[in-house]
């Protein structure tokens, strides 16, 4: 190697400590704020937030760095496969970032800083119209990105692609009306069947004491306690600052314990996607989950394929009835299975069962894609997502609290966002019939310890971290594209089981 070059990969490693850093600095402020913080706080944080942003921002696009990171492409030959995949990502996210005016960028970043607040704030007092600029600007800003990122392209497309490398508004449309086709009269038949209304109804669950079950559940997935610890927020997410240092959080509801166990287990699956990461990303761009719907991919596998089995139910019944017998002591493991999964049409999309689940996604998606359209403004919101949720769900919305406020995403800028849950949730099935080729998944369960199975997934997803777009890495674990006939089958298979239909 030539000493120029060796100068030049010394300057990509220290680039990259450096975006590490920040990330790290703009990270432990998000944690603080979404946890420890006192209420009327956010200016300042806002402040830091935008001054690291601009420090970011600059460091990845100023010409030093580009000619840096060109240099490396014409001399790619000379580089490792890891090398490669660094300068590749750096120029990608690059090329986005120089398309928009640096002020305008740091404008969005001081929006955002606030919008999560007066967002939080609109949503305790059902206030649509106090958000309602805040979410003018955040749509606004992201057409505008997307349009100077990519001119000729439907800028929908552009944002999907940006959280789904490889997603379009045409597979996106495809997709969604494969799982209404089956899941909308599937629905129908299970409410004709009045089940749902013999189920017990269990409250009353002492929030010390679901602790105790967040702690064994974390155990049961295999999750090292001296790399990963839980606190609570009001909405459960999942933080890593490396690969050995991630956290998780939950919120816990006296009246509904499910909704507790369900996100750790939700937030615990991305947990050990980053946990799971090769020691050799570590400080690099190439750490972490390559794109939303392959993360998502992971949580939602443990959160609902496996946690929500038969098998997984019966492993940790007598866990939860050590912890409530009041509810769960006559409770066999058959009835647990069936009043945790309780299918039934809902207005909360974080609450809502794994069927239906999908449909609360599909709402979101149509309204971001005529926003996006021109088709609807921000005054249409709450009487699209209203129209949306009695169409698909049957349902009447009766506020705005429980409707179109009820999400932390547009707040956060996250727009395009949400087709990955559906999707992450659809790669699950085809991952779980690649699973079963290579281990009994069911024996695992009940072994104890899902280690055996976040074993498998670090091999073949978790240890690449971003070495390979989220369409390579599917076709590598699963040897052919995705198709979502594997979701729709085994949601079909599973509750007409539970429901007799
Ligand atoms: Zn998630």
């Not at 169409?391 to 009820?406: A, M, T």
Request: proline letters at 4%; one cysteine or more; a negative charge.
């Amino acid at each position: 190697m030539t000493e120029e070059m060796s100068a030049k990969l010394e300057k990509l490693a220290e680039l990259q400590k450096k975006l590490y850093a920040f990330k790290y600095a703009t990270s432990s402020i998000y944690l603080d704020s979404a946890t420890v913080a006192p209420k009327d706080t956010e200016e300042g944080r806002g402040e830091a937030l935008g001054i690291l942003t601009e420090y970011m921002f600059d460091l990845s696009t100023k010409p030093e760095t580009i000619e840096l990171l060109e240099y490396l492409k014409e001399h790619s030959e000379e580089l490792t496969a890891h090398q490669k995949r660094e300068v590749e990502l750096l120029l990608r996210d690059n090329e986005f970032k120089k398309t928009i005016p640096a002020e305008e960028y740091i404008e969005f970043q001081r929006i955002l800083s606030k919008a999560e607040a007066v967002w939080h704030e609109a949503k305790l007092n059902n206030d649509y119209e106090a958000f309602k600029p805040y979410l003018k600007d955040i749509f606004e800003y992201n057409i505008r990105f997307a349009k100077y990122y990519k001119p000729d392209q439907e800028p929908y497309n552009t944002q999907l692609d940006m959280f789904e490398r490889g997603l379009t508004m045409e597979k996106c449309d495809k997709f969604f009306e494969t799982l209404r086709e089956h899941i909308v009269p599937l629905i129908k038949k299970i409410m004709a069947t009045g089940k749902n209304e013999k189920l017990p109804k269990l409250t009353g669950f002492a929030i010390e004491k679901q602790k105790q079950l967040t702690e064994y559940l974390m155990d049961f997935m295999s999750i090292d306690p001296n790399h990963c610890v839980c606190g609570e927020t009001e909405h459960p997410f999942t933080l890593e600052f490396t690969k050995d240092d991630v956290r998780i959080t939950t919120h816990y509801h006296e009246d509904n314990f499910e909704s507790s166990m369900y996100s750790v287990i939700h937030e615990g699956g991305h947990a050990l996607y980053e946990l799971g990461g090769a020691d050799e990303h570590k400080y690099t761009v190439v750490a972490g989950g390559v794109s939303m719907g392959i993360h998502e991919s992971q949580s939602r596998f443990f959160e609902n394929i496996i946690g929500r089995s038969e098998a997984f139910i019966t492993a940790v019944l007598p866990k939860i009835k050590e912890i409530f017998p009041e509810q769960y002591g006559d409770i066999t493991p058959r009835l647990a299975y069936e009043i945790i999964n309780r299918a039934e049409p809902s207005l909360i999309r974080t609450e809502a069962d794994e069927l239906t689940y999908c449909l609360h996604v599909m709402i979101r998606y149509e309204i971001e894609k005529k926003m996006f359209a021109g088709e609807i403004t921000v005054d249409d919101i709450p009487a699209e997502w209203n129209r949306l949720y009695k169409e698909y769900l049957g349902v009447d919305v009766p506020s705005d609290e429980e409707g179109c406020l009820q999400d932390s995403h547009w707040s956060g800028g996250a727009v395009g966002y949400f087709p990955s849950y559906a999707l992450g949730s659809a790669y699950g099935a085809q991952m779980l019939a690649k699973m079963r080729e290579d281990i009994d998944v069911e024996a695992a369960i009940a072994s104890g310890s899902l280690k055996p199975i976040a074993d498998w997934l670090k091999d073949k997803i978790h240890q690449h971290a971003c070495m390979y777009d989220p369409e390579e890495l599917f076709l590598m674990v699963c040897g052919a594209p995705f198709d979502p006939t594997y979701y729709v089958e085994y949601l079909e298979k599973k509750f007409s089981d539970l429901y007799g239909v």
